[in-house]
Every structure is written in C-alpha cells, then in structure tokens.
C-alpha cells in the first residue's frame, strides 16, 4: 500500500511537534460522501509550506558547529534531516541553484548576472503551477521595500537570491511596477503579521539577506549570524496555528562551500519523522521541486524533478504528501 492511500485510510492519528509541546488527537472515520473524503484528505496532508534558503555551506560545516548552536541543539533533535542532500552536480554560482528549485533546471545559466540579462520567458517553473491551481504562494525577502518589484540588488538585499523575479511572467517582463509581482514578493517583516493573522500563503519561499543567510561575515563569523537569525526566525513560523495545523517547515542551503556539498536539508512538520531522525537517501534541489509539485499536486513534474532517479523528501516524513 503506497503512502497517499496509508494516509487516506487512517482512522486516527496522533500528531506531535516534538520540542514545541503541541500534541494533538484526531479522529477520521472512513468517509462515505464527498465531504469526509475532503476532511480526511485534508487532515492527513500537509497544507502549508515554508522554506528558507541558507547559503554556501557544507553540512560538515554545520552539523556539530560550536557556531551553530541552534541548529543542533535545538531544531535537530526535534527534526527529520537528510545527511546526503547535495546542490545539483557542478551546478554554481547562487543563481543556477534558486532557479533549479524553482523550475528543477538553470536554463543553461551558471553566473550570478541579474534578470535584465538572465529573465526567462519559460512559464514551466512551481509558483505559475501553484497559480494556475489557484494555490497561494508568496516570496518574503529581506531588505526589499515592497513599493516595486526587486529587479536589482538593493543594501543586503540580493537579486540573485530571489529565483522569482527572474521570470517574465512574474514581473511582466522585467516590469518593476509589475502588480503581480509587487504582490507575491513581499518584504519579510510581513511575515510576522501574516502568521499572526493566519493569512499566509500555501508556499511561502524565504530568504535572509546575504548576512542572514550565512552568505557574509557582516563583522560576525556568518555561521553564527545565520544561527542566531534562525533561532529568532524560525520559533514564529512553529509557534504558529498554520504550522500546527498541517504546516512543513524545510531549511535548506543553496550550494556547497566546495564542491557540490552534502548541503544541510533539515524539515520540521506535524507530519515529520522528527526526534533527530536522519537518511542518506542521495537528494538535490530536483528532490526538493518534486516534494513541492506531490505536497501541492501540480503537473508536470518541472524539470529534473521527472527524472526517473530523482527521489522526493517523503522518507522524512510519517505522512506525505
């Protein structure tokens, strides 16, 4: 029996966020009408995303760090991770790796240039899926004002860093009064507000600025400045009633220091294996698009995410999609 009928099939299930002290038991009979087909699939699926890219690290780098404290006290031993997660093979700089997560190739891209060079008129990448769908999806980005859409790097703010804007029919063509994308890539200090008021979107694609994100020293060792922004950042998303309730939260890096990594892949949800459970299933950002497209239920599989060699994230969770 596969996954997605195990899941349907339940007639009860026991949830619990390790380390947050949420647990919760509910009940799912079996349905006979279309109306607890829908509440059981709903309560036995995850509902909502958040990923937030990190940078330019070797897991080796971070697991164990006396940098990272974070990270390995605190959200490994509650969360699933992967030991063998690594950018796609000889696939850098930044660039290339946010566009393969978002449409599972790089468009032959392997520079950092600016959309006004690298815009894609391609309309095959995830948030036009999810769109097309009428799935939700909201980039928050740090360091932007939200009165434009962010074609170019700004203070801390990194244009590379934001796989959105690089294609045509997000920005209406490179379109910085575009309506469409001034509203899906937001400032990241709405996030809060947005958790607050349970008004965030299905897929909600993060990034820190290049201090944040562990990219820049910024005067402080930039694995610790990523640690520490994390331990004041990630606590909102958990703590959160949209995480609670069928959200995934999935940390990741977009590229190795040397070589193509393993890279850090750690996943927090209601659903996760969690407890410090790990793998070494071989993953990359091809594994990461297929796990948004399953979660979502969006086709065709974009890119590498088809690729018959290509395995989703499911193996870290109990109950997936």
């Not at 590379?160 to 990241?188: E, G, K």
């Not at 993060?206 to 922004?229: A, L």
């Not at 959200?247 to 410090?276: C, N, Q, R, Y």
Request: with cysteine; proline share 7%; glycine share 6%.
């Amino acid at each position: 029996m596969n996954r997605k009928m195990t899941a349907f099939l339940l007639t009860f299930s026991l949830v619990t966020v390790a380390g947050t002290g949420w647990s919760q038991s509910r009940a799912y009979p079996i349905p006979n009408d279309l109306a607890m087909q829908q509440a059981a699939k709903a309560a036995s699926h995850i509902q909502t995303v958040f990923i937030i890219l990190m940078e330019n690290h070797n897991w080796s780098q971070i697991k164990g760090s006396k940098y990272a404290p974070y990270i390995n006290k605190t959200l490994l031993p509650m969360a699933s991770h992967a030991e063998q997660y690594f950018n796609p093979m000889s696939i850098h700089p930044s660039l290339p790796n946010y566009l393969w997560l978002e449409a599972g190739t790089n468009f032959g891209i392997l520079d950092d240039n600016p959309p006004s060079l690298d815009h894609q008129s391609s309309t095959m990448h995830l948030v036009t899926l999810l769109n097309t769908a009428g799935i939700t999806w909201k980039a928050y980005e740090e360091n932007i004002s939200g009165t434009a859409c962010p074609l170019t790097d700004s203070g801390l703010y990194a244009v590379r860093h934001d796989p959105f804007v690089y294609f045509d029919d997000d920005t209406n063509t490179l379109n910085p009064s575009s309506a469409y994308c001034i509203a899906h890539v937001r400032p990241y200090t709405e996030l809060a507000t947005d958790l607050g008021n349970n008004s965030v979107a299905r897929y909600n694609f993060i990034t820190p600025n290049v201090c944040d994100d562990m990219h820049d020293r910024c005067k402080e060792n930039p694995i610790k400045k990523g640690d520490t922004w994390l331990s004041q950042n990630v606590p909102a998303i958990l703590n959160s009633a949209v995480y609670m309730n069928g959200g995934a939260l999935f940390i990741t890096w977009d590229e190795a220091a040397t070589g193509d990594g393993p890279v850090g892949m750690i996943v927090l949800s209601p659903f996760a294996k969690g407890k410090g459970y790990s793998n070494s299933i071989p993953y990359d950002h091809s594994s990461t698009l297929k796990t948004m497209q399953e979660i979502f239920g969006v086709t065709p599989l974009l890119g590498h995410a088809g690729d018959s060699t290509t395995s989703d994230l499911g193996d870290l969770f109990n109950l997936f999609p």
